[in-house]
T-cell receptor, first 117, second 112 residues
Framework: DGGITQSPKYLFRKEGQNVTLSCEQN?????MYWYRQDPGQGLRLIYY???????QKGDIAEGYSVSREKKESFPLTVTSAQKNPTAFYLC????????????????FGSGTQLSVL | SQQGEEDPQALSIQEGENATMNCSYK?????LQWYRQNSGRGLVHLIL?????REKHSGRLRVTLDTSKKSSSLLITASRAADTASYFC????????????FGQGTILTVHP
């Protein structure tokens, strides 16, 4: 079955540590996204990638980094510069990309809960 | 920035009743989507309505869009306890090329 896999489900970060959240999809989707969700809040876009080897900052990119070396994978690194990393992180993908700006639905992974020790 | 504002923030109803959630947005859009999220899980796409559409149905779901008022509503008819979840609207528009902007969501509780 095709889908999006996020791992781990729970992650703990120590002070000054970088941690990487994994997101893999086998849907052959071009676009992938990382969102952050704080308790009782909506989703805020961290980074997105429309094609391999290219990615763009979202609304809250500071303290985060990504790579898109393969179509299937879009890992998110939460760096030590992110001072308030505790949140629920959601990865999503979509296809096809409509270059007129229209976008079809996003498919989401099951999320990673990141907490600070 | 959060484009969508949802109303109410929380809604509590009895099984069998209808649930209506509203979403307002600020800028022009290409489409508006509704998603559902069960606690601690990812979001699931429910329905998409394009800017040139006014109403759309999918099973027990009915979505309306009023671009002149920059608002949308989601109606769930004959609600069930299993409909208990958070519901989010999301918009895409302009040159955003696939970026969705989400509202803060409505928490729906359906009591058996």
């Amino acid at each position: 079955d095709g889908g999006i896999t996020q791992s781990p489900k729970y992650l703990f970060r120590k002070e000054g540590q970088n941690v990487t959240l994994s997101c893999e999809q086998n849907l052959n989707h071009d676009a992938m996204y990382w969102y952050r969700q704080d308790p009782g809040q909506g989703l805020r876009l961290i980074y997105y990638s429309q094609i391999v080897n290219d990615f763009q900052k979202g609304d809250i990119a500071e303290g985060y980094s990504v790579s898109r070396e393969k179509k299937e994978s879009f890992p998110l690194t939460v760096t030590s510069a992110q001072k308030n990393p505790t949140a629920f992180y959601l990865c999503a993908s979509s296809n096809p990309i409509r270059w007129d700006g229209r976008n079809e639905k996003l498919l989401f992974g099951s999320g990673t809960q990141l907490s600070v020790l | 920035s959060q484009q969508g504002e949802e109303d109410p923030q929380a809604l509590s109803i009895q099984e069998g009743e209808n649930a209506t959630m509203n979403c307002s947005y600020k800028t022009s859009i290409n489409n508006l989507q509704w998603y559902r999220q069960n606690s601690g899980r990812g979001l699931v796409h429910l329905i998409l309505i394009r800017s040139n559409e006014r109403e759309k149905h999918s099973g027990r779901l009915r979505v309306t869009l009023d671009t002149s008022k920059k608002s949308s509503s989601l109606l769930i008819t004959a609600s069930r306890a299993a409909d208990t979840a958070s519901y989010f609207c999301a918009t895409t528009g302009g040159t955003s090329y696939g970026k969705l902007t989400f509202g803060q969501g409505t928490i729906l509780t359906v009591h058996p």
